[in-house]
């Protein structure tokens, strides 16, 4: 006997591809530009509020990797036409910088020679900085020069501490 298998894959061109990820479970939000951004365990979304729109980012649209576990916004500088993009920080300490539909990726933390947890928990921005709350300490991005700023160990290289979220006050 002979058994036949057809699968439907609507009109996609050959040589595309397209996520099947769960995009129903949030696990975090982030608002910037005309946008507001979630997070969910495999993947980014993007909803425009007036127009309903939904957007979906994983590694089959350009994202360096398919398990992010932070993001946040940053909202560029005028005085240096920067404009706004999406940061999302991985579990490995990937970074990827998405903008526009293009992706920048920063594997500064992921190529470090640190050993242990160099997960990213958290992003929070200020000005044109963003700190990575990280499984080792806290990395500090410059968001203009795309480029690592700092890193802080909180109890020195030897006795890692591992950071949930960073917290600026004045």
């Known amino acids: 006997p002979s058994f036949y298998i057809s699968i439907a894959q609507g009109n996609r061109p050959v040589g595309t591809w397209k996520d099947h990820f769960p995009y129903e479970k949030v696990l975090e939000v982030t608002s910037g530009g005309e946008f507001v951004y979630a997070r969910t365990d495999l993947a980014v979304f993007s909803l425009n509020p007036a127009s309903h729109k939904v957007n979906k980012y994983s590694k089959v649209q350009g994202l360096s990797q398919s398990n992010p576990t932070a993001i946040s916004w940053y909202n560029g500088n005028l005085e240096n036409d920067t404009e706004g993009y999406l940061i999302i920080g991985y579990a490995n ?3 990827d910088l998405f903008q526009n539909g ?7 933390i992921v190529t470090s020679n640190i050993i242990g947890d160099k997960g990213i928990r958290s992003i929070t921005v200020e000005g044109d900085f ?3 709350a ?3 300490g806290v990395v500090v991005i410059d968001l203009e020069r795309f480029e690592v700023q700092d ?3 909180i109890n020195g290289q030897q006795q890692l501490l591992e950071i949930n979220s960073v917290v600026l006050h004045d």
């Open 93 to 95: 300490g990937n970074l």
């Open 151 to 153: 890193t802080w160990y």
């Open 102 to 108: 293009g992706t920048y990726n920063l594997p500064d």
């Open 134 to 136: 990280c499984g080792f």
């Open 130 to 132: 963003a700190f990575l």
